[in-house]
């Protein structure tokens, strides 16, 4: 997902790169839940006709659903921000606070929209004086090739 933020004197143009996440960890919490019933219940229900293993088991894999649902909630924390400015490109990378940064001159930056290869994907960077970071690794195709157009349009606007 790509949100475009440009300020009210056009002096400057901020693109947030964020994963599409579908559920918020509210809902997520409420269906691991409602989901968490069914294996529980089963496990109970052994446990009650005198076959005590299953309970562990069923609760080994209620664990590991809600540990599964955190891991995906963690990545898509990741943000990639792009910050184009006259005197300057930043890009800056990070989960809650940004944990890379890398600062290029919009006049010699480069787009490059690499294409797929049977089934990779397209990749997206940003390269300057031997420096290079990719953008949007877990974008489709189609998002990366409209981010890939926008921060050329705006870096041409801005030259």
């Known amino acids: 997902m790509v949100e475009t933020h440009v300020d009210g004197a056009n002096t400057s143009v901020l693109w947030?790169?964020?994963?599409?996440?579908?559920?918020?960890?509210?809902?997520?919490?409420?269906?691991?839940?409602?989901?968490?019933?069914?294996?529980?219940?089963?496990?109970?229900?052994?446990?009650?006709?005198?076959?005590?293993?299953?309970?562990?088991?069923?609760?080994?894999?209620?664990?590991?659903?809600?540990?599964?649902?955190?891991?995906?909630?963690w990545q898509g924390a990741w943000r990639e921000v792009i910050e184009l400015s006259a005197t300057?490109?930043?890009?800056?990378?990070?989960?809650?606070?940004?944990?890379?940064?890398?600062?290029?001159?919009?006049?010699?930056?480069?787009?490059?929209?690499?294409p797929g290869v049977g089934w990779r994907p397209t990749s997206l960077r940003l390269r300057s004086h031997g420096q290079a970071t990719v953008l949007g690794d877990f974008l489709t195709d189609g998002e990366r090739k409209l981010l890939a157009t926008a921060l050329i349009s705006a870096l041409a606007k801005s030259r």
């Open 16 to 73: 947030v790169i964020a994963p599409t996440r579908s559920l918020t960890w509210p809902e997520a919490r409420r269906w691991l839940c409602i989901i968490s019933i069914i294996p529980l219940a089963s496990g109970l229900l052994f446990l009650a006709l005198g076959v005590p293993f299953v309970l562990p088991f069923a609760g080994l894999e209620v664990g590991l659903l809600w540990a599964a649902f955190y891991y995906v909630f």
């Open 88 to 114: 300057k490109l930043v890009v800056r990378k990070g989960r809650h606070t940004p944990t890379e940064q890398r600062e290029f001159d919009p006049l010699w930056v480069r787009v490059e929209l690499a």
